[in-house]
């Protein structure tokens, strides 16, 4: 995490605000060990794709995790997009919501701007890293920051309760 002028940039397993980072928790009596294995193991029962429900449940590496994700059966991108937001959000509300310390360093960020700085990610990041010196202008950001914006929407919602 790096912290420069407004924004609070993040980018990798060992970072709190990553999906891969490991912070277990549970929701609906299944155990997760971190929002990538939520994100997709939902993934993977929105579509129905029982068997490869239960293998991310399997696996406890986000990168498998993710793999496992990209082979669920019977996938429709326009169900995918308007779904995964909501349930990104679900994930990292309950990764925060469950681990205190974590909900800590995520409302001590505020107010500044969340910002996934993947160099390649472009949807749920800005497809920059953190030392690019873009990466204090949005409007300069290759990327959407999905992760960063629902992480916000996380903090404003855990800062209230």
């Known amino acids: 995490m790096r912290k420069v002028d407004n924004i609070t940039a993040f980018f990798g397993a060992d970072d709190v605000f990553s ?26 029962r929105l579509f129905g794709d029982e068997e490869i429900a239960a293998k991310i449940l399997a696996f406890p590496h986000p ?5 496992l994700g990209r082979t669920v059966r019977d996938f429709k991108d326009s169900v995918w997009l308007a779904k995964r937001e909501s349930i ?26 969340l910002v996934e700085a993947s160099p390649t990610d472009r949807t749920w990041g800005v497809g920059l890293n953190d030392r690019d010196p ?13 992760l960063g914006i629902t992480l916000m929407r996380v903090r404003d919602q855990l800062s209230s309760t």
């Open 134 to 146: 873009r990466i204090t202008d949005p409007t300069k950001w290759r990327g959407r920051n999905l």
């Open 63 to 67: 990168a498998s995790q993710k793999a």
């Open 19 to 44: 999906n891969w980072h490991v912070a277990p928790f549970t929701y609906h009596d299944v155990r997760f060990n971190c929002v990538e294995q939520f994100k997709m193991f939902s993934k993977a």
């Open 88 to 113: 990104v959000f679900v994930g990292c509300r309950e990764k925060f919501a469950q681990n205190p310390p974590l909900l800590k360093i995520l409302l001590e960020s505020a107010p500044t701007v």
